[in-house]
């Protein structure tokens, strides 16, 4: 195995490790939220604008038109897979080149697809509420991120 493949596993179980356990690198300021408040607050920070909410915000008017444009291309993603599969079986033999255009065209199709779920479905997207008596772009946090407000639950809606 390469030793780049080895290290990227390594730093992967680290990772996991430290999420499943709530390790930390630095250190945590956690807000103390009063007694009659607990079990019923929610923490919220100002949303970030970030380069991600822009590319999603700009693409967001072309959404239909790229989806439609995706959904085509799987279409005929799948005819041409079909067709190299019905050549196959009219000359019953197995021929390996006749594969590999519809190969490249599904890895092509699938990293297009990642690209476009990455671009479309900010992390802020899932994450946004909206507060109420509170203006703003708000997302829900973690009790210890920078930033962080402690509100009633009853005053977070989703978006």
């Known amino acids: ?76 993603l799948v005819f041409v897979w079909g067709w190299a599969l019905y050549q196959n079986l009219l000359k019953d033999a197995f021929k390996k ?17 990642v690209v476009m779920m990455l671009v479309f479905n900010t992390p802020n997207k899932y994450r946004e509420v909206e507060v109420t008596n509170k203006p703003g772009n708000w997302v829900l946090c973690e009790n210890s991120s920078a930033d962080a407000v402690a509100v009633n639950s009853n005053l977070v809606h989703a978006k």
């Open 97 to 113: 080149d006749d594969f590999s255009k519809p190969w490249a065209f599904t890895k092509m199709l699938f990293w297009a697809g």
């Open 1 to 76: 195995m390469k030793k780049s493949m080895i290290s990227v596993i390594t730093f992967l179980t680290i990772i996991i490790l430290m999420a499943t356990f709530d390790f930390s690198l630095g250190p945590d300021t956690v807000i103390n939220v009063p007694q009659n408040m607990r079990g019923a607050a929610l923490f919220i920070c100002p949303a970030e604008s970030s380069l991600w909410d822009s590319l999603a915000a700009g693409f967001r008017p072309f959404y239909e038109y790229i989806t439609i444009g995706f959904f085509f291309a799987a279409i005929i």
